[in-house]
């Protein structure tokens, strides 16, 4: 018996209790930190109560083991594009795929009421008018030159090549990602040229929040690369046997969200066998079950696919493929989706994204950086599209319909990938990069790259209240908002 | 150039008779050569009126020549007595304060002069880094207003290697100082030092890899402490993100030559910088001490060079695997044909391995390191094989070969490879053991002679013949010197196990051994070749005499002892080790011998845009009704018609120049319009009358163009100058095309030669004493066609096909001389017999000095054979790379500066300068590591034992050791004589072989055949270096490719929106599904095949899966290409 538990023990008798032995059970398994606390509070409430036994129902309402049935744990895959994909091909696929950006982002800003002043980039033209004019379009082409910056935009029916002289706009046009969509306000310049006088992003409007009616909990995971050396896997299993613990805020957890990189997968990098403790993806993804199987059977689990999991790399990507491993897609509790997806969780919208397309922001534009995931977060949700690059590092395959649009607005916007655990809000947007549970690899000290990872991000359905586990032994490791 | 200038040069220098009349010679025709162009040139007729590449003799002249500055003089006498890198500081500072300017020069120019010049020393003026390399030297302001000098670095800076250009920044300082500038002081307007992380870890990732890995504390040492600004031009379009917009830093995108200078230069090689600076007693640059300096890419050498070997490209064999019995046996020594990073191997191997390997075929060995190209000596050790029957064989020559080629089963013993051992002179390598060779022994025979007065006479005739195995074995009991190699097997790789199997035979005796069919293996491992019949195994004569008398006279005890020591105790014959180690080689490039062309193949440098279709013809574009050219601004005043030629064609008239402001469009006679303060470019878009010239020309020349007159789609050099038409025609009329500087060059892989016999070149006697050849190598006047003759410092043999391609050049400019410049011909030359004797230059890439040489004979080859010192005057050595070949006459006639690209590196690969002499002690110290010994001494094969470094060996011969004296000029003797240069195919099968499939399907069979290779492994390094990466790639690039437009060739980074190109035209994907399975169903084929790891299946696998999620399930299966069974 730990020492302890037979302090409690003690005390109690001392203190002229009986302990049924189910309560025992339970007291086993309690936090020995905590352990003194309950013991001490049960017993102050039941000498009021005069009652001088200690049984099960006792530590259950006490602990808030007691399943709370009140909880609601309603899932909705509101979107993903697992059924979707291998729809278009080559020339005829990609011209299907920036019609339908153009057209999903233009009709979605025709709800501002400049747009009623469109005009197509072959009619600018011809446009004689005093008044500005406006134009819309996908960012084509970017030019910076001393103190000039030229943009050039594009519709279905041509370019329209614009300068800018203001210097704050400048800043903003060199913040614009290639291939987003962009409206821009525009007069005539002294030289037959066009001058951009603003810049008008898609960007969220003002909205209200749904919120769920029971305070169950989400619990945010990404980039867990199981099968790697590198895997915390000590670190986690702890966190998942929390999650069977009578912490009070662990028995709320209703939902489990796993953004990506599941597993290290293979061929991924250059010799990753040298790197890996399962060589192959089903004895990766085999580990990956076993873990989860340990998650109490009434928490829902969400797994989405990132660029180390199995299927494909381009986006949209499917869910990881049953061939694989068919007991996760078999498990009641667990739900396979592809990336992006976009759930409800009892009312609550959750934009579900890896987060692949950070790569290339970071590198292209001014002011982002890794170590600040829900910036350049903010600017995907400014541009209304979760992967706007077209031809950098990210892959994205040539569907009829472009999936990676930001149609719905959602509550919470959960990204990984980066591998930095961090928190922000944006227009009433929880932003949640949900870091890793992989240790630094050689790779990323290489190019300076510091994780913060085994911190588990838990989010509070009905008021929004974020909560987090740190299984970081590491004190500079904690999680930035 | 002066005949005297030549002469003079030679004067003073000791060399034999006949070599003061070979230079002699070569200087008078040159010279003559050079008066014949400069009066054609001086007509007019052409778009330069002169010679153009200027002659330089050593490195002082090219110094003074490529920077037109006059202190060839100077340098001379300063390089005789300083070293290369002192005289640079010396001259630079004088050239800094002014010594050789014009009054009027600023002090911006000549400490740019003088870091250029200084640089070009250092480099010894052949490479083009100091024109190109360094973009600009300026003088700045500090924040505190004082002065400092930065130079700007551009991308041919790497041309000058990463030592040479790192002494650039002391140069720099050095002239800083002596002008007295303040020091650069960095950080002061942005972070700088920031910068410098950020850029070259960006360049290392996105761009390109550099030798050395370094620390980013070692950049931010070194920026922060550097005297002078190190800036660049950009390289990349790749940009920094955070350190963008900085005051002194124009680009924000990366600076590769700069960033190469600070990795590769002053920290990669620090340690080599300390030296000098010490050397030199240069002060403010102690802070390089504090570096913690540079990790080579790819851990230590020894590692690196296992690695290599380890890395299989597909579809180029293997042949040996580093140290296993059965691979290439290491053999010291040096043939005619071999030295100089050239290896020889038996040409037997050549013939039983299907011409997988050819004469010039690269190869990459492990053992002394880096690259060699393969040469074939037949005095070397045959391969053993074992028959499809059972037996096993030691081939005996190329005949035998032929003979059981096919009945070969396995490849047991490849046999010897032949490396000098100036190449781990060369390669600061350390010596490994010798195995025991016939050299070794008739060195130990030679010392015995010496010590045995009595049967001296008796051994002494061993010497030069091979013992008969009775001889051997009374040899041995009677001197006490080991068996001799010949009789030798691998008792050394047996284990005395192996050694008491082998002592149980079913029958022995002394002319007849049996042996059960278990010990086969062992009989294999010792290469002792034998019969099989009737499961029964059978040695007989020679073999089963050496086993009767190693084995059976005296039963061995077997002891701990290794198996070599116990059978020379029980049987009195000393046995020595006969293998030593086994040399790794894989195939690297096959050899090379083919035309130089442009992509695609060029007549004449005219523009015909996009008017003459997909060929560029210009005949189809001259039916235009007006056509326009964007060409040089030569105008006839007298016609009023545009003129290639400096005098007009039509009329005869001196032509004029025009410029023409680009911005107010007016036709200006100076270079610069004063109303729009502007620079005027000297070209414009005008109508050129190209139907009425084509028919001039065509009358001109009495030729015909025929369809497509291929010209280009526009012109590169700055000023637009095109080529006369009549060169074009004259070209297109001999089957002839031309290089971008206007040259008609054939390429041809590099190859030493020392010695040749007259029957191997195809000359005549009498048409080599023409050319100087009197006598053979052991002073015998020439009488026949096998005598061994040595080969003069700048003669060369070129294959057929160049002589051929060579003799209509020759036609080529005969008749441009007659018609065109209307001077006489100059060749007359019909056949490849009658271009014997007559000047080339051979130039090679990077560089921009061609070396004279000349052709005394033809090879059945794809090399070019010429001396080490020939190869090296070109800073070349033999490791497979190909150089040009070009007519003297028509590097002098139409090669032009004015047509090459002013852009950065446009001046690499242009005979800039040409060096009409090549004295062996100016030559690269590679050079100078040649051995020219006719023996290995015994204390050099004892010494290999100690693997000590080559560097420490004394008693072998080379050229260092001999130069300034006369005999640095010939007796350059060879260990191992050879029959023949060449084998049955001058061609490997990788040049005919078509498709990478036919050669990966090669690769597996060679495995399969030769013993010393794994097939498995090497399946599996194909996969994953070749088949992953290829479907992987064009996976990855599939879902972010380009768009090309079919008509107009138009690139889009996506699709636009508009869904066709701007031209109106279709665009199509660059990347298809076919492109991406090319190689699937062979990576799976292979993954089920062969014993590959667990990881690598899964991942062809996962590959496969992905490709079905990407483009949906292959409704068709087609069959593709990679199909075959």
């Known amino acids: 018996m730990k020492k302890e538990l037979s302090f409690a023990l003690n005390y109690a008798l001392n203190k002229g209790f009986q302990i049924h032995p189910d309560a025992f059970k339970i007291l086993e398994n309690v936090d020995v930190k905590k352990l003194e606390k309950i013991i001490k509070e049960i017993v102050r409430e039941k000498t009021k109560q005069k009652l001088f036994q200690i049984n099960q129902d006792d530590l259950e309402t006490y602990l808030g083991i007691k399943e709370d049935l009140t909880l609601q744990s309603e899932i909705k895959i509101i979107s993903e594009p697992s059924s979707k994909i291998t729809s278009g091909e080559g020339v005829k696929g990609y011209n299907a795929l920036f019609s339908s950006r153009f057209n999903k982002l233009k009709r979605i800003i025709s709800d501002r009421p400049e747009s009623k002043m469109l005009k197509s980039a072959a009619s600018v033209k011809t446009a004689k008018s005093e008044e500005d004019i406006y134009v819309c379009g996908l960012l084509t082409t970017r030019n910076i030159e001393r103190n000039i910056t030229k943009l050039i935009l594009e519709d279905p029916s041509g370019t329209f090549e614009g300068i800018i002289f203001d210097n704050e706009l400048q800043k903003t046009a060199n913040t614009l990602l290639m291939d987003q969509f962009v409206m821009a306000r525009i007069s005539t310049g002294k030289n037959s040229g066009y001058i951009i006088k603003d810049l008008i992003l898609p960007d969220i409007p003002d909205q209200a929040k749904n919120k769920s009616e029971s305070e169950a909990y989400a619990v945010f995971l990404s980039d867990l690369h199981i099968g790697s050396k590198y895997f915390m896997e000590e670190e986690f299993s702890e966190f998942v046997s929390w999650l069977s613990s009578p912490d009070p805020v662990a028995r709320k957890i209703r939902f489990v969200l796993i953004g990506g990189d599941v597993v290290d997968g293979v061929g991924i990098y250059p010799n990753q066998d040298k790197e890996l403790v399962c060589q192959t993806i089903q004895e990766q993804l085999k580990k990956a079950e076993d873990l989860i199987d340990k998650i109490p059977k009434n928490v829902k689990i969400i797994i989405m696919p990132g660029n180390h999991d199995p299927g494909r790399r381009a986006l949209p990507q499917p869910a990881i493929p049953k061939k694989y491993n068919s007991g996760l897609w078999e498990r009641e509790n667990v739900v396979m989706v592809g990336n992006p997806a976009l759930v409800s969780l009892n009312g609550v919208k959750i934009m579900m994204f890896h987060g692949q397309s950070i790569d290339d922001i970071v590198k292209t534009t001014p002011g982002l950086s890794y170590d600040k995931p829900t910036n350049v977060m903010r600017h995907l949700l400014r541009a209304r599209h979760l992967s706007p690059i077209y031809g950098s590092q990210t892959p994205i395959a040539p569907e009829m319909e472009d999936l990676l649009v930001i149609e719905d607005i959602p509550d919470i916007f959960h990204v990984g990938h980066v591998h930095r655990a961090e928190l922000d809000m944006y227009k009433g947007i929880l932003l949640v990069n949900s870091g890793s549970w992989q240790k630094q690899t050689p790779f990323q000290a290489s190019v300076g790259m510091t994780p913060n990872p085994g911190i588990a991000i838990m989010v509070n359905l009905k008021t929004f209240q974020v909560f987090h586990e740190n299984y970081s032994s590491n004190s500079n490791n904690i999680l930035q908002s | ?1125």
């Not at chain 2, 640089?119 to 924040?143: D, R």
């Not at chain 2, 010695?755 to 053979?776: A, N, R, V």
């Not at chain 2, 130039?843 to 004279?852: D, E, K, N, Q, R």
């Open chain 2, 1 to 1125: 150039m002066s005949e005297n200038d030549a002469i003079s040069r030679i004067s003073g220098i000791n060399m034999p008779n006949y070599y003061l009349d070979y230079y002699t010679n070569l200087s008078t025709d040159t010279y003559s050569i050079f008066q014949h162009a400069a009066k054609a040139k001086s007509s007019l007729v052409d778009s330069s009126g002169i010679i153009e590449p200027k002659i330089a003799f050593d490195l002082a002249d090219r110094v003074a020549k490529m920077h037109e500055i006059d202190i060839a003089d100077p340098l001379r006498d300063l390089l005789k007595i300083n070293g290369k890198e002192l005289s640079a500081l010396i001259l630079s500072k004088e050239i800094a304060l002014g010594k050789y300017s014009l009054p009027d020069a600023t002090l911006e120019e000549k400490l740019d002069l003088a870091v250029r010049v200084g640089l070009a020393i250092v480099t010894e003026g052949v490479t083009i880094a100091p024109l190109q390399g360094i973009s600009e030297v300026k003088i700045k302001k500090n924040k505190d207003g004082t002065d400092y000098l930065s130079v700007s670095i551009a991308g041919p800076m790497r041309s000058a290697g990463g030592t040479e250009s790192a002494v650039t920044m002391l140069i720099a300082d050095h002239v800083r100082k002596a002008a007295g500038l303040s020091k650069y002081q960095a950080n002061s307007f942005d972070d700088e030092t920031g910068r410098f992380v950020e850029e070259l870890r960006i360049y290392e990732r996105e761009a390109s890899s550099f030798q050395f890995h370094i620390l980013d504390e070692d950049i931010e040492h070194v920026i922060s402490n550097l005297p002078v600004e190190l800036d660049g031009v950009d390289t990349d379009p790749y940009e920094v993100v955070n350190h963008k917009s900085m005051a002194r830093i124009k680009t924000d995108r990366v600076r590769g030559g700069a960033l190469r200078v600070l990795n590769d230069g002053l920290i990669g090689r620090s340690k080599k910088l300390l030296k000098r600076i010490e050397l030199y007693n240069l002060d403010g640059w102690e802070w390089l001490n504090d570096l913690k300096g540079a990790v080579q890419t790819g851990d230590n050498q020894e590692d690196a060079a296992a690695k290599r070997m380890r890395e299989v490209i597909t579809g180029r064999s293997v042949l040996s695997m580093p140290n296993k019995l059965g691979g290439f046996r290491l053999r010291y020594g040096r043939a005619c044909n071999t030295g100089f990073a050239a290896v020889g191997i038996h040409p037997v191997i050549a013939e039983i391995l299907d011409h997988t390997v050819a004469v010039g075929t690269q190869i990459k060995i492990d053992i002394p390191g880096k690259g060699a190209t393969v040469a074939f000596v037949d005095s070397i050790d045959t391969p053993t094989v074992r028959l499809n029957n059972g037996d096993v064989v030691k081939i005996r020559d190329v005949k035998h070969a032929l003979e059981i080629k096919n009945e070969i089963e396995k490849i047991l013993h490849l046999g010897d490879i032949l490396i000098s051992f100036g190449d781990f002179l060369e390669n600061n390598a350390q010596l490994v053991p010798s195995g025991y060779v016939e050299e070794f022994w008739i060195e130990e025979l030679k010392q015995k002679t010496q010590n045995i007065k009595s049967d001296s006479e008796y051994l002494k005739q061993f010497l030069s013949k091979i013992p008969s195995v009775d001889e051997a074995i009374k040899i041995s009991y009677d001197f006490k010197i080991p068996l001799h190699p010949h009789y030798l097997y691998f008792w050394d790789k047996i284990s005395s196990e192996d050694l008491s199997i082998l002592l149980e035979p079913t029958n022995v005796n002394e002319k007849l051994i049996e042996y059960p069919i278990k010990v086969k293996k062992i009989l294999e491992n010792l290469g002792t070749p034998h019969k099989i019949d009737n499961q029964k195994i059978i040695l007989e004569s020679q073999e089963a005499k050496i086993f009767f008398n190693l084995l059976f006279r005296e039963k061995p005890t077997i002891n701990d002892f290794s198996v070599p020591l116990i059978i020379s105790k029980s049987s009195g014959i000393k046995i020595k080790n006969k293998f030593s180690t086994s040399v790794g080689v894989r195939i690297g490039r096959p050899e090379k011998a083919a035309a130089r062309q442009m992509k695609p193949p060029t007549h004449v440098l005219f523009p015909v845009s996009d008017k003459g279709g997909p060929t560029r013809d210009l005949l189809k574009a001259s039916r235009n009704e007006h056509f326009f050219a964007n060409i040089y601004n030569r105008i006839c005043d007298q016609c009023n018609e545009p003129s290639i030629g400096i005098k007009c064609s039509n009329c005869g008239v001196k032509t004029t120049i025009t410029y023409r402001c680009t911005n107010c469009r007016d036709v200006l006679n100076e270079p610069f319009c004063e109303k729009c303060k502007r620079k005027a470019p000297a070209h414009s878009h005008k109508e050129f009358p190209l139907k009425t010239r084509l028919l001039l020309a065509q009358e001109k020349m009495g030729l015909r163009a025929k369809e497509p007159f291929k010209g280009v789609k526009e012109l590169i050099n700055q000023d637009k100058i095109a080529e006369p038409l009549e060169k074009g025609l004259t070209r297109q009329n001999f089957g002839l095309t031309t290089f971008k500087d206007g040259t008609v060059r054939f390429d041809a892989t590099n190859s030493p030669l020392t010695q040749f016999k007259p029957s191997w070149i195809g000359t005549s006697i009498e048409k080599l004493k023409q050319l100087g050849y009197y006598h053979d190598i052991d002073g015998n006047p020439l009488e026949n066609l096998d005598q061994i003759i040595e080969l003069r410092m700048q003669d060369v043999i070129i294959p057929y096909e160049s002589g051929k391609y060579l003799v209509s050049t020759c036609k080529y400019i005969d008749a441009l001389l007659q018609k065109f410049y209307g001077t006489s011909a100059f060749y007359n030359v019909n056949n490849s017999k009658e271009l014997i004797g007559h000047l080339i230059i051979g130039l090679a890439p990077h560089t921009s000095v061609g070396i004279v040489g000349r052709i005394i004979g033809y090879t059945e080859t794809h090399v070019c054979f010429a001396t080490p010192n020939w190869h090296s005057a070109k800073r070349r050595d033999a490791d497979g790379d190909a150089d040009s070949i070009m007519l003297l006459m028509d590097s002098l006639l139409n090669f032009s500066r004015q047509f090459l690209s002013d852009r950065i590196g446009g001046l690499m690969d242009a005979p800039l300068l040409v060096q009409p002499l090549v004295l062996p002690h100016e030559s690269q110290p590679q050079a100078h590591n040649l051995e020219v010994t006719k023996f290995l001494p015994l204390e050099f094969f004892e010494s290999t034992f100690n693997e000590i470094k080559a560097s420490d060996i004394n008693s072998v011969d080379i050229i260092k050791s001999r130069l300034e004296t006369e005999r640095q000029f010939y007796d350059y003797f060879f260990t191992h004589p050879t029959s023949s240069l060449t084998t049955s195919k001058s061609r490997s099968a990788y040049s005919t072989l078509g498709s990478m499939l036919d050669k990966f399907d090669m690769q597996v069979k060679n495995a399969d055949l030769i013993d010393a290779v794994n097939t498995s492994e090497i399946v599996s390094n194909v996969i994953s270096t070749h088949l992953v990466p290829d479907i992987m790639g064009n996976l990855r690039a599939y879902a972010r490719q380009n768009f090309r437009c079919t008509a107009c060739g138009k690139s889009y980074r996506r699709m636009p929106l508009i869904q066709t190109c701007i031209c109106g035209h279709k665009l199509i994907a660059t990347i298809t599904r076919g492109s991406v399975e090319k190689y699937l169903k062979l990576a799976k084929r292979l993954v089920e095949k062969y014993d590959v790891s667990e990881y690598q299946r899964g991942r062809i696998h996962a590959l496969s899966d992905e490709i079905e999620l990407v483009f949906g399930k292959n409704k068709g299966d087609q069959s593709l290409l990679t199909d075959y069974a």
